[in-house]
């Protein structure tokens, strides 16, 4: 029964109960379309300041992964080169153990001869091509080796030293030369410098090794640490995509119900004006 005409509270609570079922509903909904339960900083002022920090961050790390993953490629380039010229070095020391012979007809000893500059040739094409994005640390061309930053302030860095392989230089001693086996003695010469020059490209190697291992550890370092960055920011502001879901299912029905209660408050006065027309 209606206790008063003059206001129809129930109407109003029900009405009071729609509306913010269907604001709750509304918000339910965007954070479920768009996966952020932070979307804007009146959702959550604190979250949305850390988030922000935290993908400033992560756009640093992914310059430092890029950075790393750089040198990791000049690294590998440079490494590779390094043991195909330590085979060729090999082949050479092989020809030079040939023309030390003394049996050797003077035909024979000039294609010896012909055959170690070829073969000093593409060692030197090794060397030269020995190239990433434009960055060669086995040429001479980078005394000071290449720098490439580590962390996310750019405060750390990592280095490959710069080498010289051309031959006549410090680490492969033998020079180039037409004439270098054209008798036994300058042939077992080279054959000496050549063993010397293999025993300086292993000792390069092992650096150059260990070099690739301090990359290779500060690139994992660096993608765990964006990874849990990344985690960190996903707790903060993305929804919870099955809990918003059965938000939404619980929602929906607390709009029907208070239509369904609207509807009900609203025939009430009908009701008690059918008791004076009878």
Same mark, same amino acid.
């Given at each position: 029964m209606?206790?008063?005409?003059?206001?129809?509270?129930?109407?109003l609570?029900a009405?009071k109960?729609l509306?913010?079922?269907?604001?709750?509903?509304?918000?339910?909904?965007s954070?479920?379309?768009?996966g952020?339960?932070?979307s804007?900083a009146?959702?959550?002022?604190?979250?949305?300041?850390s988030?922000a920090?935290?993908?400033g961050?992560g756009?640093?790390?992914a310059?430092v992964t890029?950075?790393?993953?750089r040198a990791?490629?000049i690294?590998?380039?440079a490494i590779a080169?390094?043991?195909?010229?330590m085979?060729q070095?090999?082949?050479m020391?092989?020809?030079a153990?040939?023309a030390?012979?003394?049996?050797?007809?003077?035909d024979?000893r000039?294609?010896?001869?012909?055959q170690?500059?070829d073969?000093?040739?593409?060692l030197?094409?090794?060397?030269?091509?020995?190239?990433?994005?434009?960055?060669?640390v086995?040429?001479g061309s980078?005394? /000071?080796?290449v720098s490439?930053? +580590? =962390? &996310?302030? @750019?405060?750390q %860095?990592?280095t490959? #030293?710069?080498?010289n392989f051309m031959?006549?230089g410090s680490?492969?001693?033998?020079?180039?030369?037409t004439?270098?086996? /054209?008798?036994?003695?300058?042939? +077992? =010469? &080279?054959h @000496?410098?050549l %063993?010397?020059?293999? #025993?300086n490209i292993?000792?390069?190697?092992?650096?150059?090794?260990a070099?690739s291992?301090r990359?290779?550890?500060?690139?994992g370092?660096?993608?765990r640490?964006a =990874? &849990?960055? @990344?985690?960190g920011v996903g707790?903060?502001?993305?929804?919870?995509l099955?809990?918003?879901?059965?938000?939404i299912?619980?929602?929906?029905?607390?709009?029907e119900?208070?239509?369904s209660?609207?509807s009900?408050?609203?025939? @009430?006065?009908?009701?008690?004006?059918?008791l004076f027309?009878?």
């Amino acid at each position: 029964m209606v206790d008063r005409l003059s206001n129809a509270t129930g109407v109003l609570g029900a009405l009071k109960h729609l509306q913010s079922a269907s604001r709750e509903l509304s918000g339910a909904e965007s954070r479920l379309s768009s996966g952020l339960k932070v979307s804007r900083a009146r959702d959550d002022a604190t979250a949305y300041h850390s988030a922000a920090i935290m993908r400033g961050q992560g756009g640093s790390l992914a310059a430092v992964t890029l950075s790393l993953s750089r040198a990791e490629s000049i690294s590998d380039t440079a490494i590779a080169a390094a043991e195909q010229i330590m085979k060729q070095l090999g082949e050479m020391k092989g020809t030079a153990a040939q023309a030390m012979s003394a049996g050797l007809t003077d035909d024979q000893r000039n294609q010896l001869n012909l055959q170690y500059r070829d073969q000093m040739t593409t060692l030197q094409a090794f060397v030269r091509n020995a190239s990433f994005d434009d960055a060669n640390v086995l040429d001479g061309s980078l005394p /000071n080796g290449v720098s490439f930053i +580590a =962390d &996310a302030e @750019a405060s750390q %860095t990592v280095t490959l #030293a710069g080498r010289n392989f051309m031959p006549g230089g410090s680490v492969i001693v033998a020079p180039p030369s037409t004439t270098a086996l /054209n008798n036994t003695q300058s042939a +077992a =010469d &080279a054959h @000496a410098l050549l %063993t010397q020059s293999i #025993a300086n490209i292993g000792d390069e190697l092992v650096e150059m090794g260990a070099e690739s291992k301090r990359i290779e550890a500060q690139k994992g370092f660096v993608s765990r640490l964006a =990874d &849990a960055l @990344a985690a960190g920011v996903g707790r903060m502001v993305d929804t919870d995509l099955a809990a918003e879901s059965a938000l939404i299912q619980a929602l929906q029905v607390r709009q029907e119900l208070s239509a369904s209660s609207i509807s009900i408050a609203n025939a @009430a006065p009908q009701a008690l004006l059918q008791l004076f027309r009878g």
